[in-house]
């Protein structure tokens, strides 16, 4: 038995036992504290069951943000082993575990929730409507992910983690190579949240298509909501081919197929296209919205409106297209042909004239400009010269006959850190300060912001700035460990310190929500930056169904629009009567089909079949279950409209 369960959990490795205990230390204190305050049925009925795209906003935004944790701690300990040559920290095998688990995670376990928490919070509002298209499916992507996200992070304690990189190339991930169940966890945590994510996409691109306020022709919609859609039709393309990719990689090492196996036959090749058809439209699908975020916190903090708005969207339009054909600059040195890599390269550099376009438009939309420095401005400003540096790097990579210097280099680690962190995690964080009033009706604290601000971007400039260096001096990706002879060891101390202070930034950020949450400055108006789109017209935090009546909308900036003219939602002392409102009832079923997800994936994992059945059943009845419920939704009566627009200040 104490073998089995030796066998079972991972042991041997002081970092992991300590891990261990602050698992169950903080689940232990959960437990206790929801028991004592009685808010078990608080948490079922407001959280676990809600279909409330706002609060589901919010749930992403908190897992995005503890992924962030796990995934920067990862980060930290792979520069502590870089730090010095020939260093034991770490040991191999631990080490090839991290760097696969800290990609992993920060692209589909906190980048993509914390965008989807952006897309739940801000697209109905800025599109005047009351809910997302389907409310039932939104709840159902969200749990999806949390599972396939558990499951994933489970293999730290339970099985052992994928080692075999963060985008699993055969033959390392096939059987031979990874014969544990660690890359099972990869598989099957990464598919069950890949449903939920292209569940998602649909779900978002129809809201956007069908569910604007009248008026808000496709040519009057907010950048925000343009660049979603542009990310969400990506999605559904790129999304199946991920879905695909899996499933036959589960079929070879379930099965004992020889897909990818070139010694059986198969042809790994096949896996590198398929995983990168996939995996360069994600950095798009992930980038796109940040560049939403900063078209309006630009207009909003110029106090103008943004310049080039058609250009703007086209050219993201465009970038969701282009995005499709470059994912063999992945792969320049592995012999595809002059020919195909000439047109990889060409469409490679290609995106960069529309992302080009975008920079340019920020800039004229900056100028002369009334420019207030806030905390969304400044992660804003600091994104610009970030990007372009990461843009031009990634059009010398895409030059064909110099990749084959930078390949599988560090040159490779910094560029696409300069882009994800300069382009993504910021326009995030420029996202989640914009919008954080609208959340929870209270402003972040200032001071505790800028050090964060200022702590982030040197860190990260100190980070990575010497892995340019790095790379040209030859050291490579995945390298474990060096001898002193390289040269290398001044420049990794340094970017391991860079890597520290964007940690001490982070947690700069943490100490600045919770202290906020006391001392913050409350938002009475619903309107505190002087907004130019709709979800600055409603209180903050927005209530249930958004708006109580649905505004009319006649240009592209319509709530500054009704501001100025003082026509629509703008003018107080317009009486519209009330009408009840229409709304989705909670439900408990996405909660059971997810964890039923996740006990199917469990027993896959483990090859242990009758888990994995029942898992599957467990989802068929709920699907079951769903077809038979007949009250799904309810009226909110006029009375209570009233009563809860009266307590937010409005006039009725």
């Given amino acids: 038995m104490a073998d089995k369960a030796k066998g079972f959990f991972v042991t041997g490795d002081p970092l992991i036992y300590g891990a261990d205990v602050a698992i169950v230390i903080t689940l232990l204190g959960i437990l206790v504290f929801l028991t004592f305050f009685k808010k ?3 948490l079922w009925r407001e959280w676990l069951t809600t279909v409330d795209h706002k609060k589901i906003g919010i749930m992403y935004l908190v897992s995005s943000l503890l992924m962030l944790f ?14 010095f040559p020939n260093s034991h920290f770490l040991d191999s095998q631990h080490y090839n575990e991290i760097f696969t688990t800290h990609g992993t995670i920060m692209i589909l376990f906190m980048a993509m929730p914390f965008m989807f928490a952006l897309f739940n919070i801000v697209v109905p509002l800025q599109l005047g409507a009351r809910d997302v298209a389907y409310p039932f499916l939104n709840a159902l992507s969200f749990w999806l ?9 489970l293999s730290f304690v339970v099985g052992g983690s994928p080692d075999a990189g963060w985008l699993s190339y055969p033959p390392l991930s096939e059987l031979a190579g990874s014969p544990g169940p660690g890359q099972n966890f990869y598989i099957w945590g990464i598919q069950i949240s890949g449903i939920g994510s292209l569940a998602t996409g649909i779900n978002f691109l129809v809201t956007i298509l069908k569910m604007r306020a009248p008026g808000m022709k496709l040519m009057k919609m907010p950048l925000f909501s343009w660049s979603v859609l542009a990310s969400c039709i990506t999605i559904i393309f790129a999304f199946p081919v991920l879905t695909v990719t899996l499933a036959l990689l589960f079929v070879d090492r379930f099965f004992g197929a020889h897909i990818f196996t070139a010694t059986g036959g198969g042809n790994p090749m096949m896996y590198v296209n398929l995983i990168w058809m996939w995996g360069h439209p994600e950095v798009y699908i992930v980038v796109l919205p940040a560049f939403g975020i900063y078209s309006e916190v630009v207009s909003t903090f ?4 943004i310049f080039g708005y058609k ?11 282009l995005s499709y054909f470059t994912w063999v600059h992945h792969f320049f040195t592995m012999g595809a042909g002059a020919d195909v890599n000439t047109f990889f390269a060409i469409t490679t550099m290609a995106i960069g004239i529309p992302t080009g376009v975008k920079v340019f438009n920020w800039l004229f939309t900056m100028f002369r400009g009334r420019i207030s420095m806030t905390q969304p401005m400044l992660w804003t400003l600091a994104f610009i010269p970030c990007f372009v540096v990461g843009g031009a790097t990634g059009v010398m990579l895409a030059v064909a006959p110099a990749d084959y210097q930078y390949h599988n280099s560090y040159f490779l680690i910094a560029h696409f850190h300069q882009v994800l962190i300069g382009g993504v995690v910021f326009g995030y964080l420029a996202g989640l300060y914009y919008w954080w009033p609208k959340m929870f009706g209270f402003k972040l604290n200032d001071r505790l912001g800028k050090w964060a601000f200022w702590t982030w971007n040197i860190g990260f400039y100190v980070c990575f700035m010497p892995q340019y260096a790095l790379g040209f001096m030859g050291m490579t990706r995945r390298v474990y460990t060096y001898g002193w002879d390289m040269g290398w060891a001044p420049y990794n101390l340094v970017s391991t310190g860079g890597a520290f202070l964007m940690g001490i930034g982070f947690v700069f950020q943490v100490w600045q929500i919770l202290y906020s949450i006391k001392n913050g400055e409350r938002d009475l108006t619903g309107d505190p930056w002087n907004g130019r789109t709709l979800e600055w017209s409603i209180p903050s935090p927005a209530p249930l169904y958004n708006f109580a009546h649905i505004p009319k909308v006649r240009s592209d900036d319509a709530w500054w629009d009704m501001k100025e003219h003082k026509h629509g939602a703008a003018s107080e002392k317009e009486n519209k009567e009330f009408e009840p409102i229409h709304m989705p009832k909670n439900s408990g079923i996405p909660f059971f089909m997810a964890a039923c997800w996740f006990v199917a994936g469990f027993g896959l994992t483990f090859e242990w079949v009758w888990v994995g059945i029942a898992g599957l059943a467990g989802v068929a009845i709920c ?12 009226y909110i009566p006029v009375d209570e409209i009233k009563r809860t627009e009266a307590s937010l200040g409005r006039v009725v």
């Avoid at 110029?302 to 409106?305: C, G, Q, T, V, Y």
């Fill in 70 to 83: 796990r995934g920067g701690v990862d980060a930290l300990l792979m520069r502590m082993q870089l730090a």
């Fill in 145 to 153: 992910f949390f599972f396939g996200a558990m499951l994933f992070n």
């Fill in 302 to 305: 110029s106090k103008k409106k």
């Fill in 311 to 321: 250009s703007m969207v086209f050219s993201m339009m465009i970038i969701s297209v």
């Fill in 40 to 42: 078990w049925g608080w």
């Fill in 623 to 634: 699907l079951l279950a769903r077809s038979f419920q007949r009250k799904t939704d309810y």
